[in-house]
Each structure stands twice: as structure tokens, then as C-alpha cells.
């Protein structure tokens, strides 16, 4: 199975509490303890549609924390959202943030996932993180980086990228189609199932395979294989 794994501040609770109103998030007051057993309180804001969203995708792969909250994620975070409380989460050591051009999550994220394929949901990447996840994608270990605008947290364009990268894994372990028996007719063949039926989303799958990070064009409707980021749409 692969794995989509989830950050919390900056994508499932927007930074800007004012356009979080605007967009529908609500607010939900925490007053417990930190990761570290600190006293912490304050307000989260959540979006209801990113359960539906998120229990979409937990049909075809599986959800892995990878948040500075860690497991009050799972026990907190998730039911609020109608997640299950017992999602497993990353164990960030020295947390997360950029240093030297990387996102200090992905390093325990990668080891953790091993090589399973892995879509991260994020609203923070180093200048180094793009080409290292393309690394691992050439190594067949596939890995798409997904950046969120912060301000606004995760919007329904982030889904779909991960679902049409989802259909490209499906899509790249389908069986080819097998050669006709010896004395059959050529004519026969067996088609390949396929969840792209032309050859535009089949040049789409070519693309998205080979491509860690992948740039949404609103204008386009389509991905294009040497883009480096995905857009959102800024605060209102």
C-alpha cells in the first residue's frame, strides 16, 4: 500500500485564523499537553471537508502523521475529523523545519515508509527536498512532494494530485497485455485495464511517474513533468 503522509499546522490548521473563517474552517479549543508533556493551549482550526477528503484516500492508501504534534494527532487531532484515533505517526526526533535546504521530517519520514511508495502533504520544503525526492522516485522508491499554502491549509486541488498519482501507481503495475498463444490470431488480443482510457493520461501517467513534484496548472488543466511545485491559491 502506499502511504500519504499528513502535517498538521499549515495544512489541516491554516496559519491565518481570520481566512480560515472565510473558508469554512472551525475553530477547536486544545488545552492538554504538548508532544513533550508541556502545558499548551490555543486554538485549532478544521475543515470538515478534510476528513471526507482524507477517509477518501485512506481507501487506497494508508495515512501516516508526520507532525510536530505526533501522537495527539492520532488522539486529538483525527477524531475531530472523523479519522480513526489509531493512524500511526512519525517519530520526528529532532522535529521538523528547514535547515541546509531540507525539511528535517522527511529524512525519519523516508526511513519509516522504507520503500513504499509516499505522497507527503506539507506546507514546508527545503530547495534540496525537490531534487532528493526525485532521487528516490529513480531509485523506484515513488515520492510526491505536495506543498500547501500555509495560509490557507489544504484545498480540494492537493487531493486530486495525490489521487491522479495514486491511479499512476495502479496504472504502472497493471499486467501488460500478454502476447496471442502460438497458432491464435493476432487479431485477438486481450485488452489492459487502465484507469486512463486516451493518450493524453497516458502520457499523464509517464509524467507523474517520473516526476517528484508536480506543478497544478488551473489554466491548462494538465501537469507538466518539469515543474518543481504545486500552486495554491493565495490568502484572500
Same mark, same amino acid.
Given at each position: 500500500?502506499?502511504?500519504?503522509?499528513?502535517?498538521?499546522?499549515?495544512?489541516?490548521?491554516?496559519?491565518?485564523?481570520?481566512?480560515?473563517?472565510? /473558508?469554512?474552517?472551525?475553530?477547536?479549543?486544545? $488545552?492538554?499537553?504538548?508532544? *513533550?508533556?508541556?502545558?499548551?493551549? @490555543?486554538?485549532?482550526? #478544521?475543515?470538515?471537508?478534510?476528513?471526507?477528503?482524507?477517509?477518501?484516500?485512506?481507501?487506497?492508501?494508508?495515512?501516516?502523521?508526520?507532525?510536530?504534534?505526533?501522537?495527539?494527532?492520532?488522539?486529538?487531532?483525527?477524531?475531530?475529523?472523523?479519522?480513526?484515533?489509531?493512524?500511526?505517526?512519525?517519530?520526528?526526533?529532532?522535529?521538523?523545519?528547514?535547515?541546509?535546504?531540507?525539511?528535517?521530517?522527511?529524512?525519519?519520514?523516508?526511513?519509516?515508509?522504507?520503500?513504499?511508495?509516499?505522497?507527503? /502533504?506539507?506546507?514546508?520544503?527545503?530547495?534540496? $527536498?525537490?531534487?532528493?525526492? *526525485?532521487?528516490?522516485?529513480?531509485? @523506484?522508491?515513488?515520492? #510526491?512532494?505536495?506543498?500547501?499554502?500555509?495560509?490557507?491549509?489544504?484545498?480540494?486541488?492537493?487531493?486530486?494530485?495525490?489521487?491522479?498519482?495514486?491511479?499512476?501507481?495502479?496504472?504502472?503495475?497493471?499486467?501488460?497485455?500478454?502476447?496471442?498463444?502460438?497458432?491464435?490470431?493476432?487479431?485477438?488480443?486481450?485488452?489492459?485495464?487502465?484507469?486512463?482510457?486516451?493518450?493524453?493520461?497516458?502520457?499523464?501517467?509517464?509524467?507523474?511517474?517520473?516526476?517528484?513534484?508536480?506543478?497544478?496548472?488551473?489554466?491548462?488543466g494538465c501537469y507538466r513533468a518539469n515543474a518543481t511545485r504545486v500552486s495554491s491559491d493565495p490568502p484572500p
Amino acid at each position: 500500500m502506499p502511504v500519504v503522509a499528513i502535517d498538521v499546522d499549515g495544512v489541516l490548521n491554516p496559519d491565518h485564523p481570520a481566512t480560515a473563517r472565510q /473558508l469554512g474552517y472551525q475553530p477547536h479549543e486544545y $488545552d492538554g499537553p504538548d508532544p *513533550a508533556g508541556q502545558p499548551m493551549s @490555543g486554538t485549532v482550526w #478544521l475543515h470538515p471537508d478534510h476528513g471526507t477528503w482524507l477517509r477518501e484516500l485512506a481507501q487506497r492508501a494508508d495515512l501516516l502523521w508526520c507532525t510536530s504534534w505526533r501522537p495527539i494527532a492520532a488522539t486529538w487531532i483525527a477524531p475531530r475529523l472523523g479519522l480513526p484515533n489509531d493512524l500511526p505517526w512519525v517519530d520526528l526526533g529532532q522535529g521538523g523545519g528547514i535547515r541546509f535546504g531540507r525539511q528535517l521530517k522527511l529524512p525519519p519520514l523516508y526511513r519509516a515508509v522504507g520503500t513504499r511508495p509516499v505522497a507527503v /502533504l506539507d506546507d514546508e520544503f527545503g530547495g534540496r $527536498d525537490p531534487d532528493e525526492a *526525485a532521487a528516490r522516485t529513480a531509485n @523506484g522508491h515513488q515520492t #510526491l512532494l505536495v506543498p500547501v499554502n500555509g495560509g490557507t491549509g489544504l484545498q480540494r486541488q492537493h487531493v486530486d494530485l495525490v489521487h491522479r498519482w495514486l491511479d499512476c501507481l495502479v496504472e504502472q503495475a497493471s499486467p501488460l497485455p500478454q502476447r496471442p498463444a502460438k497458432g491464435g490470431s493476432d487479431r485477438r488480443r486481450r485488452r489492459r485495464s487502465s484507469a486512463f482510457d486516451d493518450a493524453d493520461d497516458r502520457q499523464a501517467v509517464k509524467v507523474l511517474l517520473t516526476a517528484s513534484v508536480i506543478r497544478f496548472s488551473e489554466n491548462l488543466g494538465c501537469y507538466r513533468a518539469n515543474a518543481t511545485r504545486v500552486s495554491s491559491d493565495p490568502p484572500p
